[in-house]
């Protein structure tokens, strides 16, 4: 299995503009969590998704950040519109079961917003 | 307020001897422990967990004591390899497991051949 897949590995953008960070989880698995890590606050979990419907957002930072899941092999973190501070490295991680444990991280998505 | 603290952001040890990282946390309601590793430009790895009705787990080089009373685990490395040389994140979970992974801040750890 190739792992869980993000896309961009890097992505630079312009304060106010929109950015949308992508994953694929791990075939089979039923459970999706979008994660940000930064100096300051080290790795919080934003939101996660079970068998595709979001089950807790209450990590999301604000109205501006927003996260869907279509369908099982597809995920998607939009920030509209970005700011500085939104600047962070951004984790997809998935599971087989609901729980967390063991859960399989992508290589992550660093965004830096100018 | 952090949930879950790992109070030494760095430790360096020589090769061949232990490692320890340290983990403390707060709630109470967490009964599921877990350590990840996490190299460069790489996401995290998990490592080794363990649940509050044990005290240790073991896997090849690697141990986590969880002391209850004191809410702190540790994770144990012996011996330590160059290859171990990463930043260890110790994460915390309530029910079972269940519920959301809280993460510390984690340690990097440099082994020095």
């Known amino acids: 299995d190739a792992g869980v897949i993000q896309s961009p590995r890097h992505e630079v953008t312009e304060m106010g503009q929109e950015v949308t960070l992508r994953c694929k989880p791990i075939s089979g698995h039923n459970s999706l969590f979008w994660y940000r890590q930064t100096m300051m606050r080290g790795l919080e979990l934003l939101i996660y998704?079970?068998?595709?419907?979001?089950?807790?957002d209450s990590g999301m930072p604000e109205d501006r950040f927003s996260a869907k899941m279509p369908n099982a092999s597809f995920s998607t973190l939009k920030i509209q519109p970005s700011e500085p501070r939104d600047s962070a490295v951004y984790f997809c991680?998935?599971?087989?079961?609901?729980?967390?444990?063991?859960?399989?991280f992508g290589q992550g998505t660093r965004l830096t917003v100018v | 307020d952090q949930q879950v603290k790992q109070n030494s952001p760095s430790l360096s040890v020589q090769e061949g001897r232990i490692s320890i990282l340290n983990c403390d946390y707060t709630?109470?309601?967490?009964?599921?422990f877990l350590w990840y590793k996490k190299y460069p430009a790489e996401g995290p790895t998990f490592l080794i967990s363990i649940s509050s009705i044990k005290d240790k787990n073991e896997d090849g080089r690697f141990t986590v004591f969880l002391n209850k009373s004191a809410k702190h685990l540790s994770l144990h490395i012996v011996p330590s390899q160059p290859g171990d040389s990463a930043v260890y994140f110790c994460?915390?979970?309530?029910?079972?497991?269940?519920?959301?992974?809280?993460f510390g801040k984690g340690t990097k750890l440099t082994v020095n051949p």
């Open positions: 998704f079970n068998n595709n419907v979001p089950i807790d």
């Open positions: 709630n109470s309601m967490f009964d599921y």
């Open positions: 994460a915390a979970s309530a029910q079972g497991g269940s519920e959301k992974l809280v």
């Open positions: 991680a998935s599971t087989r079961t609901r729980t967390n444990t063991e859960a399989f």
